[in-house]
C-alpha cells in the first residue's frame, strides 16, 4: 500500500533541521525520500542527519531556489529551509545513483543508469524515473540513460541557489556535489502521470534559428541579432536585453520551441545578452528551427499553477496519492511576494493529498507520443496515483 509523507524545517542548526524534517516523515518501509533545501545550509550535514533518522532509505534531491511549499505553505524566504517528501509502497522499488561531471556527460548518463539497473536486481526497465542536474547539460545526462533503459517517463529538475552564483548542491547514494547528475529509478507500486508545460500564451512574434554559437547561444533569429530580434517584437530599448537584465526582461515574455506534434512547447528562457547581440539560453536550441515569443502575466503565472494541479488531477486514471511539483525558479522570481498566493493555489488543488513543491533552474517532464522534454521557466508537476 502506498502512503506519502512531508515534512520540513526552518531551524537555524543544519543538523537539527535534517532531524526535525526527518522526524516528522520516520516510519518503518519507506523506500525514498525527495528532499529539497536552501544552499545556506551546510547540505552534507542536513543530508547526514535526515540519512541518520530515516535509516537504509536513499535519500536524494538538491538545493531549491529560496524555499519549498508544503501543505503548510510557503516555507523558505528570508530563512533557511529543508522540505522532504517521503514515500513507502511495498511493491515499489527504487534504486539512486549519483555522480559528479566527469568527462563526457551522455557517456556519465549510460553508467548511471547501467549501475541503477545493476543495484536494483532487476533485469527489465524502470517504470519511471526522477533526475536532478546541473544546470548546464541536463540533456546530456537524459539522452545517455536513455540509451540504457529506452524512452521511459522521467520528472524532475535542476539544482539551484538563491542568487545564481552557482552555489547549489546536488545529493543522493552518499555523495554531495556542484555539477553532476542524480537518479532514481522506479519499478512497481504507483504509477504516475506527468503535467509539463511553461502556461504561456503564443504570440504572433517567430522566426528561424539562422545561427548557434553552441548548443545554448542563440545567435541570429531570422538573420538578425538574436538580442536585437527580440527587442525589436517587445519594442524594448538596449539596456532592456543586455547582460543579465535580459533574464528579468523575459520572464513574462520567453521563447519557445514546439516539439515535432505540436503538443508541447519547450520553454527557453533568454539569460543573459551579450555584446554581439546573442542570447545565452537555458536549454539546447536547434538551428532551422522556430522559436515563438511566449507571454504570460504574473496573474497567469500564478494562477496557471493551481489550474495546472487540476488539470494534471483530470488526466489521471487513478486515485491521486502525492504530488511531486517542480516550479521554475524564475518563475518563482517574477512572483515575488505574491509566492504565498501560488501555496493557497496549491493547496486548493491538492485537498488532503500530500505534496511538496521544490524551485529549480531547469524543469522536466514527459508528454504522451512526446519526448522526454527539458525546459525553463516552466511547471512539471507529477502525481503518484493507484
Not at 554581439?276 to 515563438?292: C, H, R, Y
Amino acid at each position: 500500500m502506498f502512503k506519502a509523507y512531508v515534512g520540513s524545517s526552518v531551524n537555524a542548526d543544519a543538523a537539527l533541521a535534517g532531524k526535525e524534517a526527518a522526524s516528522a516523515v520516520k516510519t518503518e518501509g519507506l523506500k525514498a525520500a525527495f528532499v529539497y533545501m536552501s544552499c545556506a545550509y551546510d547540505v552534507p550535514a542536513v543530508v547526514k542527519a535526515i540519512s541518520g533518522e530515516l535509516g537504509g532509505v536513499p535519500v536524494f534531491g538538491n538545493t531549491s531556489f529560496t524555499g519549498v511549499i508544503t501543505p503548510e505553505g510557503y516555507i523558505g524566504g528570508d530563512k533557511p529551509f529543508v522540505g522532504i517528501l517521503a514515500l513507502k509502497d511495498d511493491d515499489m522499488t527504487v534504486s539512486v545513483v549519483a555522480a559528479p561531471k566527469d568527462g563526457c556527460s551522455v557517456a556519465k548518463g549510460e553508467a548511471l543508469a547501467k549501475k541503477a539497473m545493476e543495484a536494483s536486481g532487476k533485469t527489465c526497465a524502470p517504470c519511471y524515473f526522477y533526475m536532478a542536474a546541473s544546470p548546464a547539460e541536463e540533456e546530456k545526462y537524459l539522452e545517455g540513460i536513455t540509451k540504457v533503459i529506452g524512452r521511459k517517463p522521467f520528472f524532475g529538475g535542476s539544482a539551484a541557489d538563491n542568487s545564481i552564483a552557482g552555489e547549489w548542491v546536488l545529493y543522493g547514494d552518499g555523495q554531495n556535489f556542484a555539477d553532476g547528475c542524480v537518479a532514481a529509478f522506479f519499478w512497481g507500486g504507483a504509477k504516475i502521470a506527468n503535467l509539463f508545460t511553461g502556461a504561456y500564451r503564443e504570440t504572433g512574434d517567430y522566426g528561424v534559428i539562422t545561427k548557434l554559437n553552441g548548443e545554448r547561444t542563440l545567435a541570429e533569429i531570422d538573420g538578425v541579432p538574436a538580442a536585437e530580434k527580440y527587442a525589436s517584437w517587445r519594442n524594448l530599448d538596449k539596456e532592456a536585453v543586455t547582460g543579465g537584465n535580459l533574464l528579468v526582461t523575459t520572464i513574462t515574455s520567453p521563447l519557445g520551441v514546439k516539439d515535432r506534434l505540436g503538443k508541447l512547447i519547450a520553454i527557453r528562457h533568454p539569460m543573459n545578452g551579450n555584446d554581439d547581440g546573442s542570447i545565452n539560453v537555458g536549454n539546447v536550441l536547434s538551428e532551422k528551427t522556430v522559436v515563438i515569443r511566449m507571454e504570460a502575466t504574473v496573474d497567469e503565472l500564478i494562477d496557471s499553477t493551481g489550474k495546472t494541479l487540476k488539470a494534471l488531477i483530470d488526466k489521471m486514471p487513478g486515485k491521486p496519492l502525492a504530488f511531486h511539483l517542480v516550479h521554475c525558479g524564475g518563475r518563482r522570481a517574477g512572483i515575488g511576494d505574491r509566492i504565498g498566493e501560488v501555496a493557497a493555489q496549491l493547496k486548493a488543488a491538492a485537498g488532503d493529498v500530500p505534496f511538496l513543491c521544490e524551485f529549480t533552474f531547469g524543469e522536466y517532464g514527459f508528454e504522451r507520443d512526446g519526448e522526454n522534454t527539458c525546459g525553463g521557466l516552466m511547471l512539471s508537476f507529477t502525481g503518484f496515483y493507484e
